[in-house]
């Protein structure tokens, strides 16, 4: 049984609680809030028997294992190193931290300290997305791989009406790249590599982040092309293209739906039953855990850092500057 803190008493706590909790592995000891308030009344709705108001105290305690991160992402990389430090594991919310600089010092502390540390990114490790790296040999020669996710924010209407709440604000690290886009960016990466060159456009908004953009990759032999958007819908698959078929992706973000198109017209189904899309990243989390590994090969600290690589790059040509860039 591994013993869970959480930081972060929002949406998406809930969401990973929900998939967290069909693992009879997993078990929720302590709920960190900056109100004890709200500490007390998340842990009486979800089973938990401690609280903290103090990140030094939840860390030094003897009741958690790991600690899974949802706080803004501004915050992530301050938050990881005191668990870390504390030898504390680390599940930490997608993007892993605001920049490369950061992303390089929670690895260091990994290491120093001999705890895991990985990257919430669900997707890549759901059942139907390593469905596509299994198959992708059948395909061919890949050529060209478009990752699409665009969801219009409900946090927008709010923008528009003069109200800049958490997902548009720099302060904490946002904007549509760093939410959205990185669905696309993290499974390019961790199936083609660190590219050769980077491109990227988009449209910025009053408050300092980007609403939407799109960002090209260059490799050798063939190409990436990565959407994203927080300020439309859209309902294009992802694809990826390759001489002898593509390989359609539902939702880059939470892959349902799996298939491959062959050129000669024949399409083979490559879904899996899956459970709730949260349960997997806790489910490779605790096995990690419990087999005595300090890194995810999957969700890997060379995919995290390659993706904040093009992340911190396409932000630099998009014209997104964060405060925690200059910390």
Do not use: W
Not at 159 to 173: H, I, Q, R
Not at 241 to 248: A, D, M, T, Y
Not at 278 to 292: H, N, T, V, W
């Amino acid at each position: 049984m591994i013993r869970f803190g959480v930081i972060g008493t929002n949406k998406i706590t809930e969401m990973f609680l929900e998939g967290a909790n069909e693992l009879g592995e997993f078990t929720l000891a302590a709920v960190y809030s900056r109100t004890e308030e709200k500490a007390k009344e998340f842990a009486l709705k979800h089973g938990a028997e401690a609280t903290f108001t103090s990140l030094e105290e939840m860390a030094a305690s003897d009741v958690i294992d790991a600690v899974y991160i949802a706080s803004p992402n501004s915050l992530h990389a301050e938050q990881s190193i005191i668990f870390m430090n504390a030898g504390k594991h680390v599940l930490c919310e997608k993007p892993m931290a605001s920049n490369k600089a950061e992303v390089t010092t929670m690895i260091e502390a990994a290491k120093k300290n001999g705890v895991l540390l990985m990257e919430a990114m669900k997707s890549t490790v759901m059942p139907n997305m390593q469905m596509v790296h299994e198959n992708l040999h059948k395909i061919g020669k890949i050529r060209r791989f478009v990752a699409n996710y665009g969801q219009y924010s409900s946090r927008y209407d709010a923008y528009k009406e003069g109200t800049v709440l958490n997902a548009f604000n720099p302060e904490f690290s946002n904007g549509s790249l760093m939410d959205i886009g990185v669905y696309g960016v993290y499974p390019v990466v961790s199936m083609l590599g660190k590219p050769n060159s980077i491109k990227a456009e988009g449209v910025m908004l009053d408050s300092g982040v980007d609403g939407e953009g799109s960002i090209l990759l260059g490799y050798d032999d063939k190409e990436a092309v990565i959407m994203f958007s927080k300020i439309t819908d859209s309902h294009m698959p992802s694809e990826i293209q390759g001489e002898n078929g593509s390989i359609l992706i539902d939702k880059i973000g939470s892959p349902m739906n799996v298939t491959i198109q062959y050129r000669d017209g024949s399409v083979e189904d490559l879904s899996q039953p899956q459970q709730h899309t949260m349960l997997y990243e806790a489910k490779e989390f605790i096995r990690l855990i419990q087999s005595g590994k300090k890194e995810s090969y999957i969700n890997s600290h060379e995919n995290s850092l390659h993706s904040i690589e093009v992340m911190d790059e396409a932000r630099k040509q998009i014209g997104v500057v964060f405060p925690a860039d200059y910390r």
